[in-house]
């Protein structure tokens, strides 16, 4: 990725300056395949999972401020992290998961995109597939060939159409808000919610988000000239007249790590509102639908599948809403994929240190979707598929992340607190056993 020149802003914007990347990875906790479980636990089970989507979205906001907070710190991503500690023959293995991770994440996002124009436009599913991926590339390119500020920019446009796609719903259709506020109460009604729970929870860490994470906060604030807040210049440190350790501009030694120190701190504390805004937008569609579902889809048959999720909103709540459903869908997909080949590309680099153009890559990784797509493979099935994929990658991103910001070592004195430790720990036990939990239960004919 090429460097942009620092830009001087006035105090009163800094803080602004600061927010985008938590945004970007947001777009992860809005793709098609949670659109479909969200529908389908409104639909099915009413209110009574509010709750998981609230918990499932305050583990959301540990793991990525953890993964904000180590490209603040290091100034490296998780992939360069873990490529740097891991011998060739690990790398290598490790690098083979991570990018059928991403290949089973951009799947999913292709297809959800092609399933929205051709409910928009009834568009075949390939000819939709092409599309979605052209668009991708025009959206990548921003990043590529003008800055990572634009690419922000436009995902977050994107970001604000899902928004306002699936929560336009409830103005026509509003919960019952005493059922929605009995639903954060913890309960289950059998084993059917049990599963469905379990699907929620278990797939709402995506690991192309962890992964792309680090990196997004490190080139975000490289180009708005924060930079590494605790780099070291290259060569031994020059010592000043009095025989203390000093930096380039004349400070001491000293008096350049406590700066360090300091625009460390105030980029970690604003990570801390990047990711809590972002997390708390992509948490509020994701409950949004579900309420939607809850209050006009009750008891319909089909809402399993995206498609017939449209089909019974059009038919309780008119065409209009129907449309604009499908329109947030298709943003949903198009933010999706770019982000999700963005991750891919970003895995290569740390891990395997080889530097592939984004749009290069884009059109390499479209074509297993395409083909998927071309055999007729039925959207849904495919859908499944891909969370099962996603399911084995979790914890090889989670618990590298947990002992990466852990460390003394690799965090000095910003490693993580015993507090947030433990705290993140959990989270994670609970999102690998949940999703090990799906994979036995979609292997077995359970699912």
């Known amino acids: 990725m ?6 001087s802003r006035p105090p009163r914007h800094r803080l602004l300056a600061l927010l985008g990347p938590a945004f970007v990875a947001a777009v992860a906790y809005v793709d098609p395949g949670n659109v479909a479980a969200n529908i389908t636990a409104g639909a099915r089970y009413g209110y009574t999972l509010v709750w998981v989507l609230v918990l499932a979205n305050a583990m959301a ?3 990525q401020y953890q993964s904000a907070k180590l490209g603040i710190v290091t100034g490296r991503s998780l992939p360069q992290v873990l490529g740097d500690r891991l011998g060739r023959g690990p790398r290598l293995a490790y690098w083979a998961q991570a990018e059928l991770v991403a290949a089973a994440t951009d799947l999913a996002e292709v297809i959800g995109g092609a399933v929205a124009l051709h409910l928009l436009f009834n568009i075949p599913l390939l000819t939709g597939g092409v599309i979605i991926g052209v668009v991708s590339m025009l959206l990548l390119a921003l990043q590529e060939r003008r800055s990572q500020r634009t690419f922000e920019g436009a995902v977050v446009a994107l970001l604000v159409v899902v928004t306002i796609g699936f929560v336009g719903g409830l103005l026509i259709a509003p919960p019952d808000w005493g059922e929605t506020f009995a639903g954060l109460i913890p309960r289950l009604q059998g084993s059917g919610s049990l599963l469905v729970a379990a699907s929620m929870l278990g797939a709402t860490v995506m690991p192309h988000a962890i992964y792309l994470h680090s990196s997004l906060v490190r080139d975000h604030h490289e180009e708005i000239g924060e930079g590494h807040a605790e780099r070291q210049a290259d060569g031994p440190t020059p010592i000043s007249d009095d025989g203390a350790p000093a930096t380039p501009g004349g400070t001491t030694h000293a008096d350049g790590a406590s700066s360090g120190q300091a625009r460390t701190g105030r980029l970690i504390r604003a990570t ?31 809402t399993d599948t995206i498609e017939g999720a449209h089909a019974a909103i059009t038919a309780s709540l008119g065409p209009i809403v129907g449309a604009v459903f499908a ?5 949903s997909g198009l933010a999706s994929t770019s982000v999700g080949a963005y991750a891919g590309s970003e895995i290569m680099a740390g891990l395997l240190h080889i530097r592939v153009p984004l749009l290069a890559r884009r059109a390499v990784t479209l ?22 994929v996603l399911s084995f990658g979790i914890p090889l991103a989670i618990v590298p992340l947990m002992r990466a910001t852990g460390s ?8 993580d607190g015993a507090l947030l430790r433990w705290t993140s720990r959990a989270a994670a036990a609970l999102i690998i056993v949940l999703n090990l939990a799906l994979v036995v239960l979609t292997l077995t004919g359970n699912g």
């Open 327 to 331: 329109i947030g869908l298709l943003a």
């Open 272 to 302: 801390r509102v990047d990711v809590i805004w972002a997390l708390a937008l992509a948490g509020g569609v994701n409950i949004a639908l579900l309420l939607l579902a809850a209050s006009a889809l009750s008891g319909a048959d089909g």
């Open 2 to 7: 090429r460097k942009h020149a620092p830009k």
């Open 408 to 415: 003394e070592q690799v965090m000095g004195r910003w490693r």
């Open 61 to 63: 906001v540990l793991i």
């Open 367 to 388: 074509v297993p979707a395409l083909i998927i797509i071309a055999v007729g493979a039925e959207p849904t099935w495919a859908l499944v598929l891909s969370q099962v």
